[in-house]
Each structure stands twice: as structure tokens, then as C-alpha cells.
């Protein structure tokens, strides 16, 4: 647990020495989001309607923008290499600079989200059930992106090669996030997407970073 904390201490730290990186991906939600009330106009029915759709591609994509940053760094200075060598498990270091990931990539978005959804005129019972469905769904975001960044570890052109990736795998995060909040805005049950967002979200916590670790050491090999 100590080790696990650490990793995450020192991601952060190394993060806000590189804000600009970071700040990248926040604007990138906040103007793509914002072009659609723009560009469409008035009709708030319509605005509604595209909400969920359009706040989801965009988180999405924020966090596509992010994910090389979780290995490549200490892929190129050796740091990963000494972290494999350590006593400590190599499965949990690597959770630790996913849950980094998160709340650097994922956690501001949330956070912005209710924001965000006034543009599109959603209601406050909307904007509650989009706050805890992208608390849910960030996570799973980060923690499939980790596959896809372990996986492209030196490749050239990796970074196209982890949107091929990683794409087809957020579509069930994407399917349910964003019918959880056009099924509150309808008035409809919202259960059964949660339910299944937490499924995909407990099944990815449980496996994701043992197969992210092993990956890492297969490329380090």
C-alpha cells in the first residue's frame, strides 16, 4: 500500500510540472463540448437530446489524449525497468500510476461536467445522474486506456495504433454512460445502466491491471 501511494504522489507531482500537458486535454473537452450549443443554436429539445451523446465522445476523447503519458515517461528514462526489479508488486505500482492517470485525466472532468450540461440545458435530476455515471465510467476509461498504453510502449506511431486499440473497447462504456443520462432526461429507469457500467467497472479493476503489468514487462523484455 505504501509503494502504491508513492507511485501516485509521484505522478501527481511530476503532472504539475508539466500543467500544460494536462490543461490540454481539459480545454479539448470544454471547447469541443461547447461548439455543438453554438453550432446548433437555440432549440433546447435538440440540445437535450445530443447531450449525453456528445459530453461521452468527448470525455472519450480527452482521456484518448492522456494515455501515452501513463508509461512513456519512465518507459524512456529506465524508471520502469527499476520498478520491475523492486520487491514490491509490479501489478499494484502500475494501479497506482493508472489511479494517477485518473485523477489528473478522468476526476476534472466529472468535475466540469455540470457545467458542461447546462450548455445543453439539462435538467438538475440530468446533471446528477451524468456527474455519477462519468464517476463511474472515468475510471474504466483509464483503466482500458492502461492496456493500450502498455501495449504500444515504444512502437513509432503508437499513439494511432492505441486509438485502433483502445476504441472498439470504450464502446460498451460509451453505450451506457451516455443511455443512462438520455434515460434520465426521458424520464425512463436508469438501474440497468448502472448496473452494468459498475459490471464493466468491477470486472476492469479486477483484471486490468495485472494484464497492463504484464504487458509493460513484455515490452521492457
Request: net charge neutral.
Amino acid at each position: 500500500m505504501n509503494a502504491f501511494l508513492t507511485i501516485v504522489k509521484r505522478d501527481l507531482l511530476l503532472v504539475m510540472r508539466r500543467k500544460s500537458e494536462v490543461l490540454t486535454a481539459l480545454f479539448f473537452f470544454v471547447i469541443v463540448t461547447s461548439l455543438f450549443p453554438l453550432g446548433i443554436g437555440a432549440d433546447a429539445a435538440l440540445l437535450r437530446k445530443i447531450a449525453p451523446g456528445v459530453i461521452w465522445v468527448a470525455a472519450l476523447l480527452s482521456t484518448l489524449l492522456g494515455l501515452q503519458r501513463i508509461f512513456a515517461a519512465d518507459y524512456a528514462d529506465g524508471t520502469l525497468e527499476q520498478l520491475v526489479l523492486s520487491p514490491n508488486s509490479f501489478t499494484a505500482l502500475v494501479f497506482g500510476k493508472i489511479v494517477a492517470h485518473w485523477l489528473v485525466c478522468g476526476l476534472p472532468l466529472v468535475l466540469l461536467a455540470p457545467v458542461i450540461g447546462i450548455q445543453f440545458d439539462l435538467d438538475t435530476s440530468s446533471l446528477t445522474v451524468l456527474m455519477a455515471a462519468l464517476l463511474l465510467g472515468t475510471p474504466v476509461l483509464s483503466l482500458l486506456g492502461s492496456i493500450g498504453a502498455a501495449l504500444t510502449l515504444g512502437v513509432r506511431g503508437g499513439s494511432v495504433l492505441l486509438s485502433l486499440l483502445i476504441l472498439p473497447l470504450y464502446i460498451p462504456v460509451l453505450i451506457f454512460g451516455a443511455g443512462a443520462v438520455y434515460a434520465s432526461s426521458v424520464g425512463l429507469d436508469i438501474r440497468g445502466h448502472f448496473s452494468l457500467l459498475g459490471a464493466i467497472f468491477i470486472l476492469a479493476l479486477a483484471f486490468v491491471p495485472w494484464v497492463s503489468a504484464t504487458a509493460v514487462k513484455i515490452a521492457i523484455e
